[in-house]
């Protein structure tokens, strides 16, 4: 089976709508890894001041 692809001006391939979501969900679950990650970090960082008994609050 042959697909019609289509390119812009810019030389850059126009999306279907299946791959536009698709990228969007890949883009979400990297942002969410992302602040998974800054959350973790932040509790790391609370838990060492306390340590040192610097209330992190």
């Given amino acids: 089976m042959n ?3 289509w390119w812009d001006d810019g030389g850059n391939l126009l999306l279907w709508s299946s791959e536009q979501a698709e990228q969007e969900r890949q883009r979400a679950d990297q942002e969410r890894q992302r602040a998974d ?5 932040a509790e790391r960082l609370a838990a060492k001041l306390r340590e040192l008994g610097v209330n992190p609050d």
């Fill in 3 to 5: 697909w019609l692809r």
């Fill in 37 to 41: 990650q800054e959350r973790q970090r």
